[in-house]
């Protein structure tokens, strides 16, 4: 069993590394556009709540919540939650964060494919994230000679790496429908929507980060477990 420092560590060490430097980027862009207020003093709040009466999404609910970039869409609820950061602020920084929770709320409303995926499979990857890292230990320590636990507990660690993938369309795609709803319905002027595009673009790296960093512990899992079920 290697519970000691081996050479597959560097792979947590570099997805560690990853998810910071996309942490600090994201934290950078948005302080840098949270400073510039948009030219016509529209609020987070009042843009999310345009969007959805433009979007004829009537079911759909704007909440303020606490924290700093907690926003968040609850399809099962039909919540929209704005951080106090966004909701109250007038910002560029604010008014695209907004926008991008408001096209989740779209998506949702229009049936898109890979954010119904998604959402059937939270359940599921909740599921296989807990009870991943119990397989596949107890699988090697008691049952090295039938490795089948250990397998079971891989591609269920392997739902968690998936569930990143999926989501990065959603996120995209989210993006791209913030931008064209900002611009359409002429919510922000053309420098404006700039400077919202670097905020969502910084924004949509950490989730390529965190796509990355379950992919690396993925294959350390792999490396360290795979290959003793092979030598098994």
């Given at each position: 069993m290697p519970f000691y420092f081996d050479s597959t560590y560097i792979l947590v060490i570099i997805g560690m590394f990853i998810s910071m430097l996309a942490s600090s980027f994201v934290?950078?862009?948005y302080r840098k556009y949270d400073k510039v207020r948009n030219k016509k003093g529209y609020t987070g709040t009042d843009v999310a709540k345009m969007i959805l009466q433009d979007a004829g999404i009537n079911d759909v609910g704007v909440q303020q919540i606490s924290g700093d970039l907690t926003d968040n869409y609850n399809s099962h609820t039909k919540v929209l939650s704005l951080s106090q950061a966004t909701?109250?602020?007038?910002s560029v920084a604010a008014i695209g964060v907004a926008a991008h929770e408001c096209g989740h709320a779209v998506q949702d409303q229009k049936s898109y494919g890979p954010l119904k995926l998604r959402i059937a499979l939270v359940p599921v990857v909740n599921f296989g994230a807990k009870i991943s890292i119990p397989l596949i230990f107890v699988g090697a320590i008691?049952?090295?000679s039938?490795?089948?636990l250990v397998n079971i507990g891989l591609w269920c660690f392997a739902l968690t790496f998936l569930f990143q993938v999926v989501t990065l369309p959603v996120e995209f795609n989210a993006s791209r429908r913030a931008l064209a709803i900002l611009s359409d319905n002429h919510i922000l002027?053309?420098?404006e929507l700039k400077m919202a595009k670097k905020v969502l673009q910084a924004a949509a790296l950490t989730y390529?980060?965190?796509a990355i960093t379950s992919l690396l512990q993925l294959l350390r899992l792999f490396i360290l477990f795979g290959n003793n079920n092979r030598r098994n």
């Open positions: 934290n950078s862009t909701a109250e602020s007038t008691f049952f090295s039938t490795p089948i002027e053309k420098d390529v980060a965190a």
